[in-house]
């Protein structure tokens, strides 16, 4: 069964420092995976997605399949950064998982 | 630029009550879900369309069900309202690329805040 995990319900950092947020997955194909991103009062909206190794917002992240993670990195963080982030897993004809998410707070 | 509205912000219902929500999108998309979102435990898939008149369960159906008599309308149904299905209910649309639905971007309403009392 496909199973995404974020074990850091939240996380707090300073303006300026690095961040890293978890996410871990199991699944015995190929994934497709998505960091999803919801500011306060707004909707809940795509981040990046692994397949287009693209960098949005100064956020990356890379697909270690070997480790099965998926783990969104900043090298400094600002207070706009702060919001609920979620890992997501898909794959084709297979399921579409949520993980449970983390609040990042960046504090001045 | 894709849209998707929920008919309200928020909601207020005794148990007992049928409460719909509606979830409409403009940009033709052929699938539509509907989540609802709890504090730990993240999104949780109540229910699918990815074709007009065509539904599947997702992940927690019990207690739901779902119409979509239209391409841009997909709309939830609490036939009895319980205290347990209080919760934030998010609706997405995406394309279908080929494949199962549940694999791609997703766009996503507002959300409609729903309390049972």
Same mark, same amino acid.
């Given at each position: $069964?496909?199973? %995404? ?5 939240? #996380?707090? %950092?300073?303006?300026? $420092?690095? %961040? ?16 999803? %991103? ?9 981040? #990046? ?11 990356? $992240?890379? #697909? ?18 702060? $919001? ?25 | 630029?894709?849209?998707?509205? @929920?008919?309200?912000?928020? /909601?207020? !219902? ?22 609802? @979102?709890? &504090? ?12 007009? !008149?065509? !539904?599947? !369960?997702?992940?927690? =159906? ?34 279908? /690329?080929?494949?199962? &639905?549940?694999?791609?971007? @997703?766009?996503?309403? =507002? ?7």
């Amino acid at each position: $069964a496909q199973r %995404v995990t974020q074990p850091e319900k939240l #996380l707090s %950092v300073f303006k300026g $420092a690095p %961040v890293e947020l978890k996410c871990n997955y199991s699944y015995s194909g190929s994934p497709e995976l998505f960091w999803y %991103v919801q500011y306060s009062r707004q909707r809940l909206q795509l981040l #990046l997605r692994h397949i287009s190794r693209e960098s949005i917002k100064g956020f990356t $992240a890379d #697909l270690n399949k070997g480790e099965t993670s998926f783990h969104l990195k900043k090298p400094f963080a600002q207070e706009e950064d702060s $919001a609920m982030y979620y890992c997501a897993l898909g794959n084709y004809g297979q399921n579409f998982v949520f993980g449970p998410g983390t609040r990042l707070s960046v504090l001045p | 630029d894709v849209k998707v509205t @929920q008919s309200s912000r928020y /909601l207020v !219902k005794r148990t007992g009550e049928k409460v719909f929500l509606e979830c409409v999108q403009d940009m033709d998309h052929e699938n539509m879900f509907w989540y609802r @979102q709890d &504090p730990g435990l993240g999104l949780r898939l109540i229910y699918f369309s990815y074709d007009v !008149k065509m !539904k599947e !369960k997702g992940d927690i =159906p019990e207690g739901y069900s779902v119409s979509r008599e239209k391409k841009e309308r997909f709309s939830l149904i609490l036939e009895s309202a319980s205290t347990n299905q209080t919760s934030m209910y998010l609706c997405a649309s995406s394309l279908n /690329l080929g494949g199962h &639905p549940r694999s791609y971007e @997703q766009y996503f309403g =507002p959300g409609t805040r729903l309390t049972v009392t």
